[in-house]
Nanobody
Framework: QVQLVESGGGLVQTGGSLRVSCVAS????????MGWFRQAPGKEREFVAA????????YYADSVMGRFTISRDNAKNTVYLQMNSLKFEDTAVYYC?????????????????WGQGTQVTVSS
């Protein structure tokens, strides 16, 4: 089992920045990759970014490429999502997820473990 706890969400103005964090605990040695997803009201959960736990390879959704940066600190078992140039449409609950197997890192079904989510609201 892997437990995930997100933090760092909040309210920010358009064009501003915010960093959300996700701390993993439990069987973290088994983690293959971690990802960030988001879900806005009335919409499906969508992929934002992912990072491989060992090599640090990163993946991004087109909608956030160049604005968001995913990173990890293996010593702290923590994954970060730095969000810059935020837009109103970035408003959503952001979820951290972990997978212990490979596969398509942009699909929610690849991930077995999820955090409780943290709200990010961008005011226009």
């Amino acid at each position: 089992q892997v437990q995930l706890v997100e933090s760092g969400g909040g309210l920010v103005q358009t064009g501003g920045s915010l960093r959300v964090s996700c701390v993993a605990s439990g069987r973290t040695f088994s983690v293959y990759a971690m990802g960030w997803f988001r879900q806005a009201p009335g919409k499906e959960r969508e992929f934002v970014a992912a990072i491989s736990w060992s090599g640090g390879r990163t993946y991004y959704a087109d909608s956030v490429m160049g604005r968001f940066t995913i990173s990890r600190d293996n010593a702290k078992n923590t994954v970060y999502l730095q969000m810059n140039s935020l837009k109103f449409e970035d408003t959503a609950v952001y979820y951290c997820a972990a997978t212990v197997v490979g596969g398509s890192l942009s699909r929610p079904s690849t991930y077995a473990y999820w955090g409780q989510g943290t709200q990010v609201t961008v005011s226009s």
